[in-house]
Structures are given as structure tokens and as C-alpha cells.
């Protein structure tokens, strides 16, 4: 399967620049998701890449071949929509073969794929059935299924579960990773959904007001995010930031903010030497705080909790640390009054420091 690479797209409307200098490599096979709020260029990324918006600057190339000048058709291709539009009259087979038809395939052949893609997602017993005899999983299960019958070298999926309530969508994203385990084929998938991000992808693209913000593998992005956006984008419930100045005395290194002084770990405290002194930004994720009493000074924060979310075996609090707001987890049981201020260890390899002017990560 081919090798994508985006070199310096960008996407004009009139005189208003929506992408501006996309690099993007993405390797055989791979599954990439772009992902970021709404408005901030996935559609018009992977469109550009489908060949049904025009490319203002720069160039798309597969296995080194620039495509850009190429009809939707001739780029072997195929796309699943947010709007998938099935065919009512026809049952799934028919659906799903439809392309195959056109394309005028022999029909054991066609048979045969329309049974292998049934299989793989789970159509295998609702082949007879039309789309209005279905759930709007199934629907959704066989739009994709239209697009694997295609025997394409590159899948693009545009916010595929966007229509699907909350629990369908968690089911359609176990299915899809198992999909994607079985199908070995180059694949696009844009979402604004983090979670379907860091759970499907192998690289995560993180997109905001039409740039690339970071890419990585899930677990580098979540780990080593390098920037505030990237750092406060990804993970549930979200990273917590709050203004610090740097302390040093001898040899440590400490981040002071409103009501607390942290000693940062050597690596931490050498990277924030070299940037020299200044105002910056501390992010902790909520999965870094533990509640812990007898936390040493140099490693707690007091936190006075201002509401209590009970969601089952955890509850998160929400709670203020002098102008700041933190949030943080405990399990449900630990006895909790509001307005009670409780002490949270910080693990010191879960804090980040960001420029507070640049918002890049130290
Ligand atoms: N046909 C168009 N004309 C003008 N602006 C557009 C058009 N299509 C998209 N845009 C703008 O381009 C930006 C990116 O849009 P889009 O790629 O659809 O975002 P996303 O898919 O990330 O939500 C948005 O600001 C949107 O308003
Ligand atoms: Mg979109």
C-alpha cells in the first residue's frame, strides 16, 4: 500500500488561508487520525487528499508520485462520509456491491468480497435486510462496508460515528479497531473526538486553526505533548494549568505558584535553566495528583474542593488552588466534604512546563 505524504498544502477560500503549510507523512499501512475542534481543517485536509477540493499550494504525494493534478476516481481511494447516504430500496448486499457493479466485476468475484467485508464487520446474518430494517449502527456498519468492498490502497473516513449516540459510538470504536486489525490498508480517519483518537490511531495528528499542532504516536503525544493546546487537547478529564514562577536555590529547581512550591525533577529543572528565568505555565493531569496527606511540602499541593462529581468508582473533584481551578480524581469512597481542603501528592514525572507566552513545552 502506498506511502502518503502532504508537502507544504495549504488551502485557500478567496484570500482566506484555512491550511497553511501542512506536512504530513504517513507511512505504509498506518492508521493516522487527524484530529482537533471543529473548524480547524480535518475535512478540508482529507478532501484535499480525496481529490474533491482543489489544492492552493504545495503537493500530495503516494509512494513519491505527486497526485494532486488527479480526478477523485484515479486516486484509488476510497471515502466513507459523516453523511453516509445508503441506497433504501436496495438490501445491504446490493449496498455494499453497488460500486462493484458499476465497475463491472464479475459477479462470483463480487459475491465473494461482499461476504469477506460482511464478515469482517459483522453483516454476515443482515445481507437480505434494507437499511430501514437496520439500527443505526448497522447502517453505519454497512456504509463501510460499501467503502472496504472497494478494493482501494487508502481508506479515508470523514467523523464516521459522528451520528451515533454516545454508547453506539464506543461500540462502533471497538469494532473499528478490530477492523482495522484485520484490514492491513492505508487509513485516514478524522474525528474531533479524542478518545476515538488516542484508542484508534497509530499516529495522531493534532490539527488547530488549520495547523499541525503535534504528531506522534498516541502515547508520545499524551506523554510528551509540545505544546499547551496538543497538552490540554488530549486526555479526560483534561490537563490542569496554572502560572508558576521559577525558584532556584542551589541546586534545585522549584516551581512556585499560588500556595504551593514544587520541586522539579533534575531533567524538568536542567531544560528550565537553559530557557533561563520567567513566567511559565505548569500542567498536571488530573491522573498525576494523588490524594495523599502526608505528602512532603515539596511534592503537594493543597486543594479546596469546590464540587464533587460522583461517576461511579471515581469521583472527580473540582477544586480551587488559589486563582486556579484543578481538577482531580479520588475513589469514590475517600470521605469528601466541600470546602474541606485536602493535600495531593504531584508525580513528578506528570508535570510539564509550557512558555506562558509561546505556550511551547519547555
Ligand atoms: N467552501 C468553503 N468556503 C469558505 N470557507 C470554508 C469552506 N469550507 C470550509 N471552510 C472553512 O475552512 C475551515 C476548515 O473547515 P473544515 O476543514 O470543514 O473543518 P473541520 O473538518 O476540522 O471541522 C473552517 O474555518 C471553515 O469555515
Ligand atoms: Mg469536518
Do not use: W
Not at 536542567?270 to 493531569?285: N, S, V
Not at 511540602?297 to 486543594?303: E, G, I, R, V, W
Amino acid at each position: 500500500m502506498p506511502k502518503i505524504r502532504l508537502d507544504g498544502l495549504v488551502k485557500r477560500y478567496g484570500v482566506l488561508e484555512v491550511l497553511h503549510n501542512i506536512d504530513l507523512v504517513m507511512e505504509e499501512n498506518e492508521f493516522t487520525v487527524l484530529v482537533g475542534p471543529s473548524g480547524c481543517g480535518k475535512s478540508t485536509t482529507l478532501r484535499m487528499l480525496a481529490g474533491l477540493d482543489t489544492v492552493s499550494e504545495g503537493e500530495i504525494y503516494m509512494d513519491d508520485r505527486p497526485i494532486s493534478h488527479l480526478e477523485p476516481k484515479d486516486r484509488d481511494l476510497a471515502m466513507v462520509f459523516q453523511d453516509y447516504a445508503l441506497y433504501p430500496h436496495m438490501n445491504v448486499a446490493r449496498n455494499m456491491s453497488f460500486a462493484l457493479k458499476l465497475q463491472k466485476c464479475p459477479k462470483d468475484e463480487i459475491d465473494a468480497k461482499v461476504r469477506e467485508v460482511a464478515k469482517i464487520l459483522g453483516l454476515t446474518d443482515y445481507l437480505n435486510r434494507k437499511p430501514g430494517e437496520l439500527s443505526g449502527g448497522q447502517r453505519q456498519r454497512v456504509a463501510m462496508g460499501r467503502a472496504l468492498t472497494r478494493d482501494a490502497g487508502t481508506f479515508l473516513f470523514d467523523e464516521p460515528l459522528s451520528n451515533l449516540d454516545a454508547k453506539l459510538r464506543g461500540q462502533m470504536r471497538a469494532e473499528l479497531a478490530l477492523m482495522r486489525q484485520r484490514v492491513k490498508k492505508n487509513m485516514v480517519y478524522v474525528t474531533h473526538d479524542q478518545v476515538e483518537a488516542m484508542t484508534l490511531a497509530d499516529r495522531i495528528v493534532v490539527m488547530h486553526d488549520g495547523f499541525i499542532r503535534q504528531q506522534g504516536s498516541p502515547e508520545e503525544l499524551f506523554k510528551r505533548p509540545a505544546n499547551k493546546f496538543v497538552a490540554g487537547f488530549l486526555g479526560s478529564p483534561p490537563m490542569n494549568f496554572m502560572d508558576v514562577t521559577l525558584e532556584e536555590d542551589g541546586a534545585a529547581f522549584h516551581a512556585r505558584g499560588d500556595g504551593f512550591r514544587i520541586a522539579l525533577p533534575a531533567e524538568l529543572a536542567e531544560r528550565a535553566r537553559r530557557k533561563g528565568h520567567g513566567d511559565l505555565t505548569m500542567g498536571i493531569r488530573p491522573s498525576d495528583l494523588n490524594y495523599d496527606a502526608a505528602a512532603p511540602d515539596s511534592t503537594a499541593m493543597d486543594l479546596r474542593v469546590s464540587i464533587s462529581e460522583y461517576i461511579g468508582a471515581q469521583s472527580v473533584l473540582i477544586c480551587n488552588c488559589g486563582e486556579a481551578t484543578v481538577t482531580v480524581e479520588v475513589k469514590s469512597e475517600t470521605p469528601i466534604a466541600l470546602g474541606e481542603t485536602l493535600r495531593f501528592a504531584v508525580r513528578p514525572e506528570g508535570i510539564h512546563l509550557f512558555d506562558k507566552t509561546t505556550e511551547k513545552a519547555l
